[in-house]
């Protein structure tokens, strides 16, 4: 089946410095991925729409300077939390869809990076 | 976007089926049912899906009445290790995005 891998699992930072996540998809290629964020004992929410080759869509609410999204390649996209607080620690997960699947129907997720910023 | 609405909670023991409604009472012609599992500090895993009527597979089935605005997802013989947050998700093909509600946490009892 179609596998998605998240680098690193945990990251422990000190505040003002920046993380780099990466997502990829292992087995299959994702023209789009999505990144979601999810704090303790809540759903999560979908933070971004990553597009290979063109910008990121952010969702209302979400600072676009702040998590910055590249995706440079068909297999991997990477969110990098800029300028980190506190306030960011938090779970971030990504998604994708094989190009036969599409995206509202089913989608692969990561393990996960939990970030922690001190 | 279709909004879905589950119970927050639901509680079970060993050897039981559990069934979990879920409301979704604007959703579009195009949509899709989807069910994902998630355990603490992991990614949501896909369970199944479905569009109308019954679907089932090695773990679960979903049924759909014909006018869609709802969707039960039914474990048959559940054990501890069924444990988790279980998510009833509208897939929008307008926008390509899923779109997670609350969620429904399962406790399974011994």
């Known amino acids: 089946g179609a596998v998605v891998s998240q680098h690193p699992s945990r990251v422990i930072c000190k505040s003002g410095t920046s993380v780099k996540i990466e997502c990829r998809s292992l087995?299959?290629?994702?023209?789009?991925m999505f990144w979601y964020r999810q704090f303790p004992k809540q759903s999560l929410m979908l933070m971004a729409t990553s597009n290979e080759g063109s910008k990121a869509t952010y969702e209302q609410g979400v600072e676009k300077d702040k998590f910055l999204i590249n995706h440079a390649s068909l297999t991997l996209s990477t969110l990098t939390v800029t300028s980190a607080h506190p306030e960011d620690s938090s779970f971030y997960i990504c998604s994708a869809s094989p190009p036969e699947r599409p995206s509202y129907n089913e989608q692969f997720f990561g393990p996960g990076t939990r970030l922690t910023v001190l | 976007l279709a909004k879905t609405t589950q119970p927050i909670s639901m509680d079970s023991y060993e050897g039981q089926e559990v069934n979990i409604t879920c409301s979704h009472n604007?959703?579009?012609?195009?949509?899709?049912i989807t069910w994902y599992q998630q355990f603490p500090s992991q990614g949501p895993r896909f369970i199944i899906q479905g569009y109308k009527t019954k679907v089932t597979n090695e773990v679960a089935s979903l049924f759909i009445p014909a006018d869609r605005k709802s969707s039960t997802l039914s474990l048959p013989r559940v054990s501890l290790s069924d444990t988790a947050v279980y998510y009833c998700?509208?897939?929008?093909?307008?926008?390509?995005?899923?779109?997670f509600g609350q969620g429904t946490t399962l406790q399974v009892k011994p």
């Open positions: 087995d299959f290629q994702a023209t789009t």
């Open positions: 604007n959703i579009a012609t195009n949509d899709y």
């Open positions: 998700l509208v897939g929008s093909s307008n926008t390509g995005k899923l779109i």
